[in-house]
């Protein structure tokens, strides 16, 4: 049986993580707040942020850079898109 997490991102009760996705705080902040949906959706949002903006995450500016992309994300905050980019239809 799935855990149920308030979600933060989407305002509502969602399955929640199995494990949390990153060590220390940061990772059971987000297992016990963000959905399962949620942490999928950064995923994405985060692959296309590396390959559209052309990030090398041995760059600590750059893992600084997505680190506060996801908060922003996963809090429903503004966030940064990928310039120039075009959803496939």
């Given at each position: 049986?799935s ?5 933060k991102?989407y305002?509502?009760a969602l399955?929640?993580l ?5 060590p ?8 016990e707040?963000?959905s399962a ?6 995923l ?8 559209e903006k ?11 850079y997505l680190?506060?992309?996801m ?5 429903g ?7 120039g980019y075009?959803?496939?239809?």
């Open positions: 049986m855990r149920t997490v308030n979600c991102k305002k509502q399955p929640g199995t494990q949390p996705p990153l220390g705080p940061k990772g059971l902040e987000i297992y707040q963000v949906k949620a942490w999928q959706a950064w994405s949002h985060q692959t296309m942020l590396i390959n052309h990030l090398s995450l041995m760059d600590p500016e750059a893992r600084r680190s506060e992309q908060d922003k994300f996963l809090s905050e503004a966030f940064d898109q990928a310039e075009v959803p496939p239809e």
